[in-house]
């Protein structure tokens, strides 16, 4: 069943992959956006009952859009401070997955970072080793390489972080490391960036009010935030 409403869909599951893509781009022409818009997919459990489990409940799905403009500014460096607040641990929770009770752990490190007078926060997991910001995955870049936390460092699994990895080997020719780093290691990496569904590529000047290279946006992350941008858009056939 589709709900009428052109916002905001509820469909009983369950639909494959494919139809739940072809049923968003019909929730997004009955909308009529000609503007970048943020849509935002729901699976849940809807069983009207009150406790404190999983199993046994309905599942249902929804899906609503909105339209959004810059989540970052992506046409400046962004200044990033490292939190207070730990990235939370796989054992406590899926962190690689989008649960939306995980993101009190992000409102967190972002107000703070925000208040602070930042642009983003820095999290980093329990051992001190770098996990994400508040909504992005991170990339360094050092030595031509793209180097980002692997999954075991409680970082979102990210569909954006895949793209990027897959867009610089095969268009541009660098290839990415998966492993551990340092905080240290982002004060001195060549470049470091930010991406996901709404930062896009975002590229970051400061951390902890040390420059990164020369605390503008490098030239490699120019290169792949144009290519980004470019095959979101349709502006690339063969994507």
């Not at 909308?31 to 999983?54: H, Q």
């Not at 905080?183 to 902890?208: H, K, P, Y």
Request: hydrophobic share 40%.
């Amino acid at each position: 069943r589709l709900h009428r409403s052109a916002r905001v869909l509820m469909i009983d599951l369950p639909y494959s992959v494919g139809e739940l893509c072809d049923i968003t781009v019909e929730m997004m022409r009955r909308n009529g956006w000609r503007e970048d818009a943020y849509l935002r997919p729901l699976a849940f459990k809807s069983s009207e009952v009150i406790g404190v489990k999983l199993h046994g409940l309905e599942d249902a799905f929804t899906l609503f859009g909105v339209p959004f403009g810059n989540y970052v500014d992506t046409d400046r460096p962004l200044r990033l401070r490292t939190s207070s607040w730990q990235r939370i641990d796989d054992n406590a929770a899926p962190a690689r997955a989008k649960v939306t009770g995980i993101y009190v752990n992000s409102a967190l490190a972002k107000s703070e970072a925000l208040l602070d007078g930042y642009d983003e926060a820095l999290m980093l997991t329990a051992d001190g080793h770098v996990s994400e910001g508040s909504g992005e995955n991170i990339f360094m870049i050092q030595d031509g390489l793209l180097v980002t936390p692997p999954v075991s460092d409680n970082i979102l699994v990210g569909i954006t972080r895949a793209t990027l990895m897959e867009l610089a080997r095969q268009e541009l020719g660098l290839p990415t490391v998966e492993r551990s780093i340092d905080r240290t290691e982002l004060f001195s990496a060549d470049e470091v960036l930010m991406c996901g569904t709404g930062a896009q590529v975002a590229a970051i000047g400061e951390i902890d009010r040390r420059p990164v290279g020369d605390g503008g946006m490098g030239p490699i992350t120019r290169r792949i935030q144009d290519l980004y941008f470019d095959v979101v858009r349709g502006r690339v056939a063969r994507y």
